[in-house]
Every structure is written in structure tokens, then in C-alpha cells.
């Protein structure tokens, strides 16, 4: 070797010792601007209500621990106020509009979603724990882009429906998880307003602060009381509002577990209901793929939101030719991925969204280790309080293992190799579940087979995670049914004659 590689090669390897030992400076977002009360009300036709049981529980940030406020605990008594605000602001307001002044409305609020989207996105991830440059990037623009969207359509749904009579289905219960609050609350009021339904919507338990600031969005937008009206509180005040007689629809987008509960209970009812549940996710990479390309779609896949993401990419197929090379790749890219406060805009992977999550996560990955998988984490370190978890992958994963069937919904990553497209596609649709899929080739033909054959809702070919409000969202088998989001989207919200 000449002495001028020699010292090439040292170079190098001191520039990614140097990279690989750079620190950033801490570049926290400023928390000034966000208000957030100590204390938080139901919010029913049009104002904020105490509870009637006139308790309260408290939302802590999950990456400081600290509480940051307390929230309403919602019973079957404010169910029932809530109910009957929504069925007579159906009846007397919302049903008789015309779908333009509807339209206006839903503008208004995406609007003031725009102007309020920087206390947003830092309430978002101080309550719920994920970075702030997701909270602002994806979860605000996108809640945003929804309420813009279904107001176009308030206007033109016998467009949308052509040669049918489209009329409301009337007053919809909306249930949402902790993983995108202000998101999902958005998927789900939206398109119900625009097809001129109203509104009862309970979120989760852990993440119920920017559900609350869009409740006082929705005052200040000047909607009609009762057209949205939002209760606070655990699973009980989700099962009320399920039970309620005077409910039309529900949609609830949350665990299996629970979607079956639902199922059940509603069964015989006459009720419309939308389950959108979880999923485990096979990302595809085969030999042609661009796999640098790839390998930041397997990191942006999985560890996207701490894994918290019922389409995350949590068990990834590498075909044989590549495998070495990409896993390579991927450790080595691990190995960059910062650990911690949610505010800070360097940081990659934020806080588990609970203790309980954290808990169940950690499980998994002793679980892993037991049946024989071989863990692999970055040396990166993480926060000594509050609910942090090292992304993880797993190789030598085997189909059989839990962790290739179960979802898991954190930053942990099955890997498993494949050397045929029937092989792989056998695998990727072994599943309980199937909500998504990604699929990374240089070759069209391979993914219009690959997506014909998948049984998954959403196909990503060569990207991942992406998200539309034009583009429907929905799963197959225990992912549950309906869709969200489009011109699919408006379905669920309609009687067609
Ligand atoms: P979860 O326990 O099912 O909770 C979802 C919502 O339902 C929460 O508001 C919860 O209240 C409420 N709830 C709990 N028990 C209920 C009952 N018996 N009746 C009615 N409502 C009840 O789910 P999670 O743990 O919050 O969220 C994670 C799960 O959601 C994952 O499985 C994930 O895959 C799935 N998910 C799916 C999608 C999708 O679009 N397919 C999107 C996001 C998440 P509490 O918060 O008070 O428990
Ligand atoms: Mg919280």
C-alpha cells in the first residue's frame, strides 16, 4: 500500500471517529409561547365544562415526568351532556347548513391550526413525548391539511357521489390513541363536519392538551355550540360514548384489543362503525434496491415517532445478496441517531409515551433475547429521567417469534433475510394483521407485482411513512376496516341512496 492510500485511509478513519464522537449543542425549542392551564375542562356545546363527578386526572410529559396540567376525568353523565349537545346541534344547525357555509367553517379552523401550528407542535410534544421536529413538521402541517382538505369537499359531495342522494349519518363518537393526538383528532372531525355530522370526541388519556387547544380553536373559529364537543378520560369514558344510544357512528382508531371490545359491543345496534387498528408492517428490500436510500427508509420506518406508529416498518426483509451490506449500513447509521428531549431539534428518537409503554416494550426486547434473536443497540446514551428506550434491531429473527408477529409499537426492529419475491411475499403476509408495507427496488414491474399481492392498505414503494389527505388510510384483517383520508375517507360519514 502507498504511504498517500496509507494516510487516505487514516483520514478517513479519523473523520468518522470525529463524527462518530460529535456532540451538538443543545438547540431546545423555546416553551414561552405555549399556554397551558393547570387545569382543563370538558368542552361541551360551545363552552368548557367541569366534569360532574368533579374529578380531574393529571398529563404529564413523559420525557421530564413532570405534570403538566389536569384534565377533566369524563363519566357517563358527561357523555350523555355531550351526546345531547351533539344531536341538537345536528338537528337544529349543522345538518341544515348549506355545505359551502359548512366549508367556511372547516377553512376557519385550518387557518388558525396555521397561526397557532408553533404552540401546537411544542404542546404536542410535550405531552405526547415525540421530537418537535415531527410535532412541527408532520403532525401540525398534516392536522392542518386535513381540515383544508375536507372543506373543499363540504360543497361538491354529490360530486363525489354522482347520481346518488347524499345525506348525514348524524352524530359520530370519536375515539382516538396517544400516538398522534392532534392528527387524529383531525383525520376524524374533519370529514365528519364536512359531510355535516357533529361531533363527540374523546382522546387518550395520556395526550389529551392539543385535543383541548383545538377545542378552544373551534370556539374561537366561531363554529355552532355543539358541533364538535370534546370529553376527557380513560377507557370508560370511551366504552360511555361507544354505549350511548344516542350515537350514530363510531370511529375508533386504536388497539385490536379494544377494536373488538367495540365490535361486540355495538353489534346488532344499527351503528356505523370504522375500526382503525394496529399492524406490523413488513418493509422490503431487495438487491436492486438504492440502499442507502433504503436504509434511511428502514430508519425513518421504524424509529419515525419512537416506533409509536400503528404503519411503523417493524419487521424488515433483507434479501440474501444484500443483507450483509445493509444491516452494516444500518448499524452503522443506529449509531448516529440521537436520544432524547423531545424539544430539542437535533434529537431523533423522543420519549416513549408512557410508563406503561416503556414496560411493555421492554418486555419485548427480554422476550427477544429468550427465544433466541441477537439484539443489537447504539452506544448512544439516554436521558436518566423520564421513559427513553434505545432504538433496537433484532436479527437471526424467525417468523414463529413473538416479535415477528406482535405489534410492539416501539423502536424495535425484526430482521429477517429472504432469497425469493414468493418467498417474501409468503412472509410479509404471514401476519394477523395488515395495515402497510414498503417495498425498495430499482424496478417498477417487481412493485406492481409486490403491491397486487400484498394484503396491506398502503403500499410505500422507495419511501416510507409518507402521509396525505388525498390519499385513503385503512387496513385489512385485525387492522381493522374503513378507510380514512381521500375521497374514501367522506364514506364513513355518509347514508348514499
Ligand atoms: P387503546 O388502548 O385501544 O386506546 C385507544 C383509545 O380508546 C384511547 O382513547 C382509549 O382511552 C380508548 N379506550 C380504551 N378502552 C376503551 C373501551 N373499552 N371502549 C372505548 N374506548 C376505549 O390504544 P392505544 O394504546 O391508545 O394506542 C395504540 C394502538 O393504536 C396500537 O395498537 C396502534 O397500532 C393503534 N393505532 C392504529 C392506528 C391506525 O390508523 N390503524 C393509528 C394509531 C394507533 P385511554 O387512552 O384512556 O386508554
Ligand atoms: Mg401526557
Given at each position: 500500500?502507498?504511504t498517500?492510500t496509507k494516510?487516505k485511509?487514516?483520514?478517513?478513519?479519523a473523520?468518522?471517529?470525529f463524527?462518530n464522537?460529535?456532540?451538538?449543542?443543545?438547540?431546545?425549542?423555546?416553551?414561552d409561547h405555549?399556554?397551558?392551564?393547570?387545569?382543563?375542562?370538558?368542552?361541551?356545546n360551545?363552552?368548557?365544562?367541569?366534569?360532574?363527578?368533579?374529578?380531574?386526572?393529571?398529563?404529564?410529559?413523559?420525557?421530564t415526568e413532570?405534570?403538566l396540567?389536569e384534565v377533566a376525568?369524563?363519566?357517563e353523565?358527561?357523555?350523555?351532556?355531550?351526546?345531547?349537545?351533539?344531536?341538537?346541534?345536528?338537528?337544529?344547525?349543522?345538518?341544515?347548513m348549506?355545505g359551502?357555509?359548512?366549508?367556511?367553517?372547516l377553512?376557519?379552523?385550518?387557518r388558525?391550526?396555521?397561526e397557532?401550528a408553533?404552540?401546537l407542535?411544542?404542546?404536542?410534544?410535550m405531552?405526547g413525548?415525540?421530537p418537535i421536529?415531527e410535532?412541527?413538521?408532520?403532525d401540525?402541517p398534516?392536522?392542518?391539511?386535513?381540515f383544508?382538505?375536507?372543506?373543499?369537499?363540504?360543497?361538491?359531495?354529490?360530486?363525489?357521489?354522482?347520481?346518488?342522494t347524499?345525506?348525514?349519518?348524524g352524530?359520530?363518537?370519536?375515539?382516538?390513541?396517544?400516538?398522534?393526538p392532534?392528527?387524529?383528532?383531525?383525520?376524524?372531525?374533519a370529514?365528519?363536519?364536512?359531510?355535516?355530522?357533529?361531533?363527540?370526541?374523546k382522546?387518550?388519556?395520556?395526550t389529551?392538551?392539543?385535543?383541548l387547544?383545538?377545542?378552544e380553536?373551534?370556539?374561537?373559529?366561531?363554529?355552532?355550540?355543539?358541533?364538535?364537543?370534546?370529553?376527557?378520560g380513560?377507557?370508560?369514558?370511551?366504552?360511555a360514548?361507544?354505549?350511548?344510544p344516542?350515537?350514530?357512528k363510531?370511529?375508533?382508531?386504536?388497539?385490536?384489543?379494544?377494536?373488538?371490545?367495540?365490535?361486540?359491543?355495538v353489534?346488532?345496534t344499527?351503528k356505523?362503525?370504522?375500526?382503525?387498528?394496529?399492524?406490523k408492517a413488513?418493509?422490503?428490500?431487495?438487491?436492486?434496491a438504492?440502499?442507502d436510500?433504503?436504509?434511511e427508509?428502514?430508519?425513518?420506518?421504524i424509529?419515525?415517532?419512537?416506533?409509536?406508529v400503528?404503519?411503523?416498518g417493524?419487521?424488515?426483509?433483507v434479501?440474501?445478496?444484500?443483507a450483509?451490506?445493509?444491516?452494516r449500513?444500518?448499524?452503522?447509521?443506529?449509531e448516529?441517531?440521537?436520544?432524547?428531549d423531545?424539544?430539542?431539534?437535533?434529537?431523533?428518537i423522543?420519549?416513549?409515551?408512557?410508563?406503561?409503554?416503556?414496560m411493555k416494550?421492554?418486555?419485548?426486547?427480554?422476550?427477544?433475547?429468550?427465544?433466541?434473536?441477537?439484539?443489537?443497540?447504539?452506544?448512544?446514551s439516554?436521558?436518566?429521567?423520564?421513559f427513553?428506550?434505545?432504538?433496537t434491531i433484532?436479527l437471526?429473527?424467525s417468523?414463529?417469534?413473538?416479535?415477528?408477529?406482535?405489534?410492539?409499537f416501539?423502536?424495535?426492529l425484526a430482521?429477517?433475510?429472504?432469497r425469493?419475491?414468493?418467498e417474501?411475499i409468503e412472509?410479509?403476509?404471514?401476519?394477523?394483521?395488515g395495515?402497510?408495507?414498503?417495498?425498495?427496488?430499482d424496478k417498477g414491474s417487481?412493485?406492481f407485482n409486490?403491491?397486487?399481492?400484498?394484503?396491506?392498505?398502503?403500499?410505500?414503494?422507495?419511501?416510507?411513512?409518507k402521509?396525505?389527505?388525498?390519499s385513503?388510510?385503512g387496513?385489512?384483517?385485525?387492522?381493522g376496516?374503513g378507510r380514512?383520508?381521500g375521497?374514501?375517507?367522506?364514506?364513513?360519514?355518509?347514508?348514499?341512496?
Amino acid at each position: 500500500m502507498s504511504t498517500k492510500t496509507k494516510s487516505k485511509e487514516a483520514a478517513a478513519k479519523a473523520a468518522l471517529e470525529f463524527s462518530n464522537g460529535w456532540e451538538y449543542a443543545p438547540a431546545p425549542e423555546s416553551t414561552d409561547h405555549a399556554r397551558i392551564e393547570p387545569r382543563y375542562q370538558h368542552f361541551i356545546n360551545g363552552v368548557f365544562v367541569k366534569p360532574s363527578s368533579g374529578k380531574y386526572f393529571a398529563t404529564i410529559s413523559p420525557s421530564t415526568e413532570k405534570v403538566l396540567s389536569e384534565v377533566a376525568l369524563g363519566d357517563e353523565k358527561d357523555v350523555d351532556a355531550a351526546v345531547k349537545a351533539a344531536r341538537n346541534a345536528y338537528e337544529k344547525v349543522w345538518k341544515k347548513m348549506p355545505g359551502s357555509e359548512r366549508g367556511k367553517y372547516l377553512y376557519r379552523i385550518a387557518r388558525i391550526i396555521q397561526e397557532r401550528a408553533r404552540e401546537l407542535a411544542v404542546i404536542e410534544s410535550m405531552d405526547g413525548g415525540k421530537p418537535i421536529r415531527e410535532s412541527r413538521d408532520v403532525d401540525v402541517p398534516l392536522a392542518a391539511a386535513h381540515f383544508f382538505y375536507y372543506a373543499g369537499w363540504a360543497d361538491k359531495l354529490e360530486y363525489a357521489f354522482p347520481n346518488r342522494t347524499v345525506s348525514p349519518v348524524g352524530v359520530a363518537a370519536q375515539i382516538i390513541p396517544w400516538n398522534f393526538p392532534l392528527l387524529m383528532a383531525a383525520w376524524k372531525i374533519a370529514p365528519a363536519l364536512a359531510c355535516g355530522n357533529t361531533v363527540v370526541l374523546k382522546p387518550a388519556e395520556t395526550t389529551p392538551l392539543t385535543a383541548l387547544k383545538l377545542a378552544e380553536i373551534i370556539r374561537d373559529a366561531g363554529l355552532p355550540p355543539g358541533v364538535v364537543n370534546i370529553v376527557t378520560g380513560d377507557g370508560k369514558a370511551g366504552a360511555a360514548l361507544v354505549n350511548h344510544p344516542g350515537v350514530d357512528k363510531i370511529a375508533f382508531t386504536g388497539s385490536t384489543e379494544v377494536g373488538k371490545i367495540i365490535q361486540r359491543a355495538v353489534a346488532g345496534t344499527g351503528k356505523k362503525v370504522t375500526l382503525e387498528l394496529g399492524g406490523k408492517a413488513a418493509n422490503i428490500i431487495f438487491e436492486d434496491a438504492a440502499i442507502d436510500q433504503a436504509v434511511e427508509g428502514i430508519i425513518n420506518g421504524i424509529f419515525f415517532n419512537q416506533g409509536h406508529v400503528c404503519c411503523a416498518g417493524s419487521r424488515l426483509f433483507v434479501q440474501e445478496g444484500v443483507a450483509a451490506s445493509v444491516i452494516r449500513k444500518l448499524k452503522d447509521r443506529m449509531e448516529t441517531l440521537i436520544v432524547g428531549d423531545p424539544l430539542d431539534k437535533n434529537t431523533d428518537i423522543g420519549a416513549i409515551n408512557s410508563k406503561e409503554q416503556l414496560m411493555k416494550i421492554n418486555e419485548y426486547l427480554k422476550i427477544g433475547v429468550d427465544e433466541g434473536a441477537t439484539i443489537h443497540q447504539p452506544s448512544c446514551s439516554i436521558p436518566a429521567k423520564g421513559f427513553f428506550c434505545r432504538p433496537t434491531i433484532f436479527l437471526e429473527a424467525s417468523q414463529s417469534h413473538r416479535i415477528v408477529q406482535e405489534e410492539i409499537f416501539g423502536p424495535v426492529l425484526a430482521v429477517q433475510t429472504f432469497r425469493t419475491v414468493e418467498e417474501v411475499i409468503e412472509k410479509a403476509n404471514n401476519t394477523p394483521y395488515g395495515l402497510s408495507a414498503g417495498v425498495w427496488t430499482d424496478k417498477g414491474s417487481k412493485i406492481f407485482n409486490l403491491t397486487s399481492k400484498m394484503r396491506a392498505g398502503v403500499v410505500w414503494a422507495n419511501t416510507f411513512n409518507k402521509f396525505d389527505p388525498t390519499s385513503p388510510f385503512g387496513g385489512y384483517k385485525e387492522s381493522g376496516f374503513g378507510r380514512e383520508g381521500g375521497l374514501h375517507g367522506l364514506l364513513p360519514y355518509v347514508n348514499l341512496k
